[in-house]
């Protein structure tokens, strides 16, 4: 029987795919993630800002590519060590707490996540993640 108390990679083993990073709803960024992933990039705010992100509800995301992939995507992540927390903490996230349905349904796009699980022990990791 498999333990209720589950870490993170009990449940999720990224397969880089990228399927996570395509798609429309936004990665949401901070000024610190802004400002980190800048001068990563060597671009001054101004031009990171224009090129590389949109605003949504009055707060900036990543844009997206015409594929539908992040801009900032290319066969891999290039800015994977400077990533935003919302793609860090990929697939542990708020929605999940709200419906542990959610993980199964994101599931069937990420080949990473384990659905063999109760819903339990889902939100028992995610909470931890999470808190």
């Not at 870490?7 to 980190?36: M, N, V, W």
């Not at 994977?80 to 903490?89: A, D, E, G, T």
Request: aromatic share 8%.
């Amino acid at each position: 029987m498999i333990s209720d108390d589950l870490a993170p990679d009990d449940l999720f083993s990224c397969q880089h795919c990228g399927d996570c990073c395509k798609g429309y709803g936004g990665t949401y960024l901070t000024e610190a993630e802004i400002d980190r992933i800048r001068r990563y990039l060597g671009m001054k705010r101004e031009r990171f800002m224009r090129e590389a992100c949109q605003m949504s509800g009055g707060k900036p995301l990543i844009a997206q590519a015409e594929n539908g992939y992040c801009i900032l995507w290319d066969q891999q992540c290039t800015i994977h060590s400077v990533k935003p927390q919302m793609c860090r903490r990929w697939p542990f996230i708020e929605s999940i707490l709200v419906d542990a349905g959610n993980w199964r349904v994101m599931a069937a796009a990420c080949p990473g996540m384990r659905v063999d699980v109760s819903d339990y022990q889902i939100l028992n990791c995610v909470q931890k993640i999470l808190t």
